[in-house]
């Protein structure tokens, strides 16, 4: 069974190089609402941090969420299928 999710999030900062943060999520015991809820306040902790010191930050942590939220399902669903057909 799948026990634990990582949540990414890439922010490219003008002026300064690409920073990631990664978040775990356990996913052991979870109904999907409690997952769900999970990836949200990952991906808003993590993308928090990203946007410090961003010229446009709302902006930016606007996107960067967006993006670690997709993701964080993305390979949810994939770990998801691997499972199912192993």
Do not use: H, W
Not at 61 to 74: I, T
């Amino acid at each position: 069974m799948i026990r634990i999710l990582t949540v990414a999030a890439v922010a490219a900062l003008i002026a300064a190089p690409a920073s990631a943060q990664t978040t775990r999520i356990s996913l052991s015991g979870k109904t999907n609402d409690q997952i769900q809820a999970d990836i949200a306040k990952a991906a808003k902790k993590v993308c928090t941090q990203a946007v410090v010191g961003a010229s446009f930050p709302r902006e930016m942590y606007a996107s960067c969420f967006k993006f670690a939220v997709n993701d964080a399902k993305a390979r949810l669903g994939a770990q998801t299928q691997m499972a199912v057909s192993n």
